[in-house]
């Protein structure tokens, strides 16, 4: 193996080891919790890696970067989730390759998808990013739709062509009442996930937890971790 390769497996398998111990502690099966791992600033050569050492999910957050490193690894069996605040500019592009949109918060946005996808012929994932931080009808600091808002957006992705509704995201809030409690956040955005599910029986994906938090987002019920840092290392540039 190269020194690279060598680190990320052992960091795969520290993160796999964290994940089944919450899973176990919450009386869940190790399978009801995919891996998504966040690869942004990092080059298509750890992605090519990543997959070799058998990930199958990795998430972007700017277009600019996941777009070549997309096309560098169209041969890999992954799956591309679209983290990240999203423009309607960039919307052709990332529609491009991404399997999932997971911060789709307002309506120029699911029309724009909608648009795009079908243009391109393809079906694209989206879930509604929630916004712990806003109130019921504002919009959050890092995005997202307050969860007042959740019913009439998640109505008009089931209702756009070309589009899915999968379910729900969230980061935990640096503000407001959830502030430093990622638990409760995320049972929070459980409870808004079965509000959801009554009327989109098939939007059951929940994704919240990252490297720092994802054992309350296992134990709260998330069926996908977003882990970056604790996988890749420190972003280059953030010390």
């Given amino acids: 193996m190269t020194d690279r390769k060598t680190e990320l497996a052992a960091n795969l398998a520290n993160v796999e080891q964290r994940i089944t111990a919450a ?3 919450a009386g869940r099966e190790r399978e009801e919790v995919t891996l998504i791992v966040v690869t942004k600033t ?21 277009d600019q970067d996941a777009a070549p490193k997309a096309a560098a690894c169209a041969d890999l069996p992954l799956k591309w989730h679209f983290v ?43 879930l509604i990013q929630v916004a712990l931080d806003a109130g019921e009808s504002a919009r959050g ?21 070309g589009l899915r509704l999968d379910g ?11 502030a430093g409690r990622e ?4 049972e929070r955005l459980m409870d808004l996930s079965t509000d959801l599910r009554r009327a989109h029986p098939a939007a059951t994906m ?3 937890g990252m490297s720092a938090d994802l054992e309350q987002a296992v134990a709260a019920g998330a ?17």
């Fill in 168 to 178: 729900l995201m969230t980061v935990a809030p640096l503000t407001g009442e959830y």
């Fill in 206 to 208: 929940v994704s919240a």
């Fill in 84 to 126: 990240g605040q999203l423009q309607t500019n960039k919307v052709r592009s990332v529609v491009g390759y991404a399997d999932f949109v997971q911060s789709v918060d307002r309506d120029r946005l699911v029309a724009a998808l909608s648009k795009e996808s079908g243009r391109a012929g393809r079906e694209v994932g989206c």
């Fill in 42 to 62: 990092y080059p298509a050569s750890d992605v090519r890696i990543l997959s070799e050492l058998g990930v199958r999910h990795v998430a972007e957050n700017r």
């Fill in 141 to 161: 600091e890092r995005g997202g739709v307050a969860p007042g808002g959740i019913e009439e957006l998640a109505g008009l992705v089931a209702g756009a062509p």
């Fill in 23 to 25: 899973c176990a502690a």
């Fill in 223 to 239: 069926t996908h971790v977003r882990v970056g840092t604790a996988v890749l290392g420190v972003r280059p540039g953030l010390g």
């Fill in 183 to 186: 638990q409760a956040a995320f």
